[in-house]
């Protein structure tokens, strides 16, 4: 798991879009698409529940917001 993937989650958990997140960090869909992916094979688990209105947490996923949102507050 790498800072970017964590930026990138928070942004999406924060937007509630996949498609937001991307245009605010300047990336692609796909690219916030796959960073998402991987981080969710990584930790063996699904972070948001994809919806036709943009995503939205799950239980896991909030677990690491709140995560991210340290490790991040000390990274910076």
């Not at 924060?14 to 930790?43: C, F, P, R, W």
């Not at 972070?47 to 690491?64: N, P, Y």
């Amino acid at each position: 798991m790498e800072s970017l993937d964590l930026r990138i989650f928070k942004e999406v958990a924060y937007t509630q879009s996949i498609s937001k997140a991307a245009k605010n960090m300047g990336y692609v869909q796909s690219n916030i698409t796959a960073h998402i992916k991987k981080l969710e094979s990584t930790l063996n688990t699904t972070l948001f529940i994809r919806h036709s209105h943009g995503v939205s947490l799950t239980k896991d996923g909030e677990a690491l917001l709140v995560q991210a949102e340290q490790i991040l507050s000390l990274m910076d």
